[in-house]
């Protein structure tokens, strides 16, 4: 699994990091996505999924590899 974000789609929701804060962060100087973990495990795949489809600006792209 390969995960990218788009930083110009994110609009701070947040909800990435809620579901998968492994994962996701949020940067505190603008609240905008920080990706962890570009290549998480099998394990973390169904939350980092659900955090995609939950972003409201389409900002988490998740590959399979």
Known sequence: MQVTVDQDRC???????STAPAVFDQSEEDGLVR???PGPDRALSATVRLAAALCPG????????
């Open 11 to 17: 609009c701070g929701s947040g909800q990435c990091v």
């Open 35 to 37: 990706l962890l973990l």
């Open 58 to 65: 389409n900002a988490i792209t998740v590959l399979d590899d």
